[in-house]
DNA sequence: TCTGGGGTCCTAGGACCC
DNA sequence: TCTGGGGTCCTAGGACCC
């Protein structure tokens, strides 16, 4: 059995670790410059959207007496390594998946549900963000689980598992297609123009339907929603690329200033990399100009760098930047 | 005026080889 | 007038995730 577990509204509840006196409220954390919503707690979700540019709610935030935090991912990030810690210590079979997301795979028992309660019970005690959980046969069945855990919170109290038929068909049934895990936007619009509406009727379309008008990706996907599981726990993972990318606050017009920023994004990617321990041998820099400005002409270019030797130096990094 | 940042995987098509 | 077939590797772009 796999169970995700996941926290719940992660940058909110960090925040509520510690200024207590933000539970209870709405809250809301921005993106670098404050441009979007990134984080919503429970009550602001009706009315804000994910993702959502903070000039065209700020009225709305306001009206509804929102406390409005900048993000703090230095904090967001210890905070995670905490979660986790905590997780490892119920069992090594663990991945990470985000920063506030981890598979557990564990043994299908009578017992498996009071342990998952345990697990919750725990992380909350010991570092004080509130999780929930799901558990299934598979990766994407937990993902339906974890949702449904979430969903109905009354009667889950934050933990659900999808452990026999029966369960899996009627999750299966209530859960709308696009919100399935890997079913992006595009895929919803493909799959609803087939008069797929639910994860259910998803898994009755013929395998060779779903190869030849999707990809191997979807029937992979089928197959872990029917309970057959192909995505396996991946607990070491070392990232193949890293990135550091800024938006700059407003139109900057000095090479000069690109120059320092290209240099100090260079030296944060090449401390990212000597943390985990790799080299790398290609560089890959672009730029461009804000593409939500419709009135000026756009300007985009990148390039990569072909570096003559692994390295994991800033030094060497920096000056073929 | 103001719109984040960091990842993964797959596929099609071009270049090249025999 | 005729112009193969099969393979690999690489890259750009598109899809998705949190």
């Excluded at 410059?33 to 903070?54: H, T």
């Excluded at 598992?161 to 595009?186: C, P, Q, T």
């Excluded at 008008?213 to 029917?226: D, N, T």
Aim: hydrophobic fraction near 40%; charge should be positive.
């Amino acid at each position: 059995m796999f169970a995700l577990v996941d926290c719940n509204n992660f940058y909110v509840s960090c925040e509520r670790v510690f200024n207590p006196a933000l539970e209870g409220k709405k809250v809301v954390i921005l993106s670098n410059n404050d441009g979007c919503i990134i984080a919503r707690s429970e009550e602001v979700k009706p009315f804000v959207p994910m993702g959502a540019p903070v000039h065209q709610h700020l009225k709305m935030l306001q009206a509804q007496n929102v406390q409005v935090y900048s993000a703090n991912f230095s904090l967001y990030g210890d905070m995670s390594r905490r979660v986790m810690g905590t997780l490892k210590r119920f069992t090594t079979k663990c991945e990470i998946y985000s920063v506030d997301e981890a598979f557990l795979q564990l043994e299908q028992t009578t017992q498996l549900k009071t342990e998952l309660s345990q697990v919750q019970q725990c992380v909350k005690q010991w570092t004080g963000i509130p999780v929930s959980i799901g558990a299934a046969p598979t990766k994407a069945l937990a993902k339906v689980a974890n949702k449904i855990a979430k969903k109905f919170v009354p009667r889950t109290h934050g933990v659900y598992l999808i452990d026999n038929e029966e369960k899996r068909v009627k999750a299966l049934r209530w859960m709308d297609i696009g919100a399935v895990w890997g079913v992006g936007r595009n895929l919803t619009r493909k799959l609803k123009e087939l008069g797929v509406y639910d994860a259910y009727t998803f898994t009755q379309l013929s395998d060779a339907f779903i190869r030849k008008k999707f990809s191997v990706v979807m029937l992979r996907l089928k197959y872990e929603l029917m309970g057959k599981s192909v995505l396996s726990l991946e607990a070491l993972r070392y990232k193949k690329s890293i990135t550091v990318t800024r938006s700059f606050e407003g139109t900057q017009k000095h090479y000069a200033y690109l120059e320092e920023r290209i240099t100090t994004f260079t030296v944060k990617a090449s401390e990212k990399l000597r943390r985990q321990q790799s080299l790398c041998c290609t560089l890959y820099i672009f730029i461009r100009t804000n593409r939500f400005n419709t009135s000026q002409k756009q300007y985009a270019r990148s390039m990569y760098v072909s570096l003559p030797f692994a390295t994991d130096s800033s030094f060497a990094l920096v000056i073929a930047s």
